[in-house]
T-cell receptor, first 110, second 114 residues
């Protein structure tokens, strides 16, 4: 079955620092790829997605590019804010379901 | 629009007790899902319903049952709770089947089984 591997956290950054959260996946066929974000005490919400190779998803200053040759979908942001503190889940989609990574907690400090 | 709502928000059960977690969505979505979230394990799919009147097992269905009551509502029942079912439970919905469409999540139910 599909699987997702993402870097373990917590990742602690100072405000305005550059963020990268690495994600690689294994899947049959051509899955869609997503990043979901979970703020404290809330459910998950979609941050961005890409549906085919070389697509770049972007939202709220976050970006990720679907790299089929390296089976990766790394999340980046040029300048993080305290309000970005959350848990980030890399996710593949195929067939009838999503497969989630274990999540990476991001803490941004002033 | 309320989106996806779940009740209750918190619940404490004793081993062997039963309970039903309720979920409703007001987005006219066809598909609904139940997940559990455990530390270090991401979200795991318990059951899903691709459309009204159908349900299918996910990755971890043992110890659970579901009912798709109508298009809006999808409930999860624990018949005899066990400590291993202590977790945070999320309901989600999507317009169409799982792997392509965005899923919308409820706020979760935190369940403790003593």
């Amino acid at each position: 079955g599909d699987s997702v591997t993402q870097m373990e956290g917590p990742v602690t950054l100072s405000e305005e620092a550059f963020l990268t959260i690495n994600c690689t996946y294994t899947a049959t066929g051509y899955p869609s790829l997503f990043w979901y974000v979970q703020y404290p005490g809330e459910g998950l919400q979609l941050l961005l997605k890409a549906t085919k190779a070389d697509d770049k998803g972007s939202n709220k200053g976050f970006e990720a590019t679907y790299r089929k040759e390296t089976t990766s979908f790394h999340l980046e942001k040029g300048s993080v804010q305290v309000s970005d503190s959350a848990v980030y889940f890399c996710t593949t989609g195929g067939g009838n379901k999503l497969t989630f990574g274990t999540g990476t907690q991001l803490k941004v400090e002033l | 629009n309320a989106g996806v709502t779940q009740t209750p928000k918190f619940q404490v059960l004793k081993t062997g007790q039963s309970m039903t977690l309720q979920c409703a969505q007001d987005m006219n979505h066809n598909s609904m899902y139940w997940y559990r979230q455990d530390p270090g394990m991401g979200l795991r799919l318990i059951y899903y319903s691709a459309s009204e009147g159908t349900t299918d097992k996910g990755e971890v269905p043992n110890g659970y049952n579901v009912s798709r009551l109508n298009k809006r509502e999808f409930s999860l029942r624990l018949e005899s709770a066990a400590p291993s079912q202590t977790s945070v439970y999320f309901c989600a919905s999507s317009e169409a089947g799982g792997g392509i469409d965005e899923q919308f999540f409820g706020p979760g139910t935190r369940l403790t089984v003593l």
